[in-house]
């Protein structure tokens, strides 16, 4: 985030003591990214559909909070075998 906003030089994100909220120019660019996040499905699709594989790749986007506290408890109960 830091250096798509000195990229484009344009805050993104209002950080706080307990996140972030986006800023009208990040909610824009969250959107878009959305539509090419949904493009490249669509496409990813279609080219694995004539070459008959599937994807196992699972894409997960959180806060760095999240990522360090949340995930590892969330993917190991995933990752265990049902009883």
Excluded: C, N
């Amino acid at each position: 985030m830091a250096k798509a906003e000195r990229d484009w030089q344009v805050p993104l994100v209002i950080r706080g003591p307990r996140g972030a909220t986006l800023t009208a120019a990040g909610a824009l660019l969250a959107s878009h990214a959305r539509t090419v996040e949904e493009a490249s499905g669509r496409a990813e699709a279609e080219l694995a559909a004539p070459l008959g594989h599937l994807s196992l790749r699972l894409r997960i986007g959180t806060f760095q909070a999240a990522a360090l506290h949340l995930l590892p408890p969330a993917l190991t109960t995933a990752h265990r075998p049902a009883t």
